[in-house]
Each structure stands twice: as structure tokens, then as C-alpha cells.
């Protein structure tokens, strides 16, 4: 069974950079039907796609926050990560990591249980 | 972007009851439209995905249709369980993106 859970500070000041980490297991990151995303969920609000990875390394950003946004994979840790800079308070939202199946449908198959981070001084 | 737009927003509903969600493209995304039950403070667990199908270990109450530009989410027979908040989701083309939500509540 895959599991992901992210890791990560829940609480970044405005204009720095908000990195989170997520960690895969029960399976490998380098299999090559996935794609590994970001997404995020506003408190008491919808789900907006932030962008995904690819094991080789490449990418695809939402070109809402692709200026600010870097998704890297570490192949021999399981792990992709986030990094998110210049941050503001309308960035606080819950940071979910998921499995993106490229095949019948292409679903976001396996998510973390989220992480919430506030963008506070 | 393609937007996905969820109707109605928030049914009351009775169990027993027979609810139907629907969710529309803006622009045809042929079947790859996904369907997720999120309960609070819960990540989004996937129940549909290429618009018909239905994930493993997901009851058999939920189904779902539709091509092209509109979708449908049924639940057969409303248990306690599935008062919720459902998301439809389109993989046709980056950026992936969501309906706004139906949350269903309990009339």
C-alpha cells in the first residue's frame, strides 16, 4: 500500500520561502506510470493543483504560481519536495502531497494526510 | 485553464435518498474526469476515475457517468458515512484542476 506523508515547518513569515517535503513509501517514486504533485487547499475552501514531477526530474508548474514555485525529486530518499518562495498570507493553506497516475483517467490515486502552513510574522 | 463547474453546491439530504451531483467542463475533456470524497480535517480519497470507473474498495452505491463536457456523481442509497464534500477533477490537460465542491448535509 503507497503512502505519502509530507514534512515540514507549519509556520513561515511573509516574503520567505516555504519548503515542505514529501515521503513515499510502499512503493518507488521511480516508477514510471506516476507523475508526484503538489496541492493545496485554502482553509474552508477548494483544491488548487500546484504542480508535479516527474522521477527523471521534469516539471509542470500551474502557471498561477510557477514564477514562485520549484517541485524537485530525490530518487535514492523516495522523497519530492516544495519549495515556495516570496510567500504571503494567501499562501496559509493545507499542502497536500498525491500520486498522479498517468494511465485510465489519470487520477491524483494516493494523497498525504496534508499539512497545514501559516504565513505569519 | 479548464474550469469545472459543480452543481448544486450544498444538498440536504436524507440516508436512503438517492443524490446526484453534477460537475461540466468548459471545453470537452472526453473521460478524464475523476470524482473524491473529502470529510473534514481528511485528505481527498478518490472514488471514480475515468469518469465511470470505480476505485477498489469504494461501495458500489457510487457511480459515475458522462463525456465529453458534463459528468454525473450518483450515490444510490445515502448512508451516514457519505455526508461529505465531493470534488470532481479533470485530467485532460495541466493545470489539473477542481470543482469547487458539493457538500453534502444532512437534512
Known amino acids: 500500500q503507497v503512502q505519502l506523508q509530507e514534512s515540514g515547518p507549519g509556520l513561515v513569515k511573509p516574503s520567505q520561502t516555504l519548503s515542505l517535503t514529501c515521503t513515499v513509501s510502499?512503493?518507488?517514486?521511480?516508477?514510471?506510470?506516476?507523475?508526484w504533485s503538489w496541492i493545496r487547499q485554502h482553509p474552508g475552501k477548494g483544491l488548487e493543483w500546484i504542480g508535479y514531477i516527474y522521477y527523471s526530474g521534469s516539471t509542470n508548474y500551474n502557471p498561477s504560481l510557477k514564477s514562485r514555485v520549484t517541485i524537485s525529486v530525490d530518487t535514492s530518499k523516495n522523497q519530492f519536495s516544495l519549495k515556495l518562495t516570496s510567500v504571503t498570507a494567501a499562501d496559509t493553506a493545507i499542502y497536500y502531497c498525491?500520486?498522479?497516475?498517468?494511465?485510465?483517467?489519470?487520477?491524483?490515486?494516493?494523497w498525504g494526510q496534508g499539512t497545514l502552513v501559516t504565513v505569519s510574522s | 485553464d479548464i474550469q469545472m463547474t459543480q452543481s448544486p453546491s450544498s444538498p440536504s439530504a436524507s440516508v436512503g435518498d438517492r443524490v446526484t451531483i453534477t460537475c461540466r467542463a468548459s471545453e470537452s475533456i472526453s473521460s478524464y474526469l475523476n470524482w473524491y470524497q473529502q470529510k473534514p480535517g481528511k485528505a481527498p480519497k478518490l472514488l471514480i476515475y475515468?469518469?465511470?470507473s470505480l476505485q477498489s474498495g469504494v461501495p458500489s452505491r457510487f457511480r459515475g457517468s458522462g463525456s465529453g463536457t458534463d459528468f454525473t456523481l450518483t450515490i444510490s442509497s445515502l448512508q451516514p458515512e457519505d455526508f461529505a464534500t465531493y470534488y470532481c477533477?479533470?485530467?485532460?490537460?495541466?493545470?489539473?484542476?477542481f470543482g469547487g465542491g458539493t457538500k453534502v448535509e444532512i437534512k
Open positions: 510502499g512503493g518507488s517514486i521511480s516508477s514510471g506510470d506516476y507523475y
Open positions: 498525491a500520486r498522479w497516475y498517468y494511465v485510465s483517467g489519470r487520477p491524483l490515486d494516493y
Open positions: 475515468a469518469a465511470s
Open positions: 477533477q479533470q485530467s485532460y490537460s495541466t493545470p489539473l484542476t
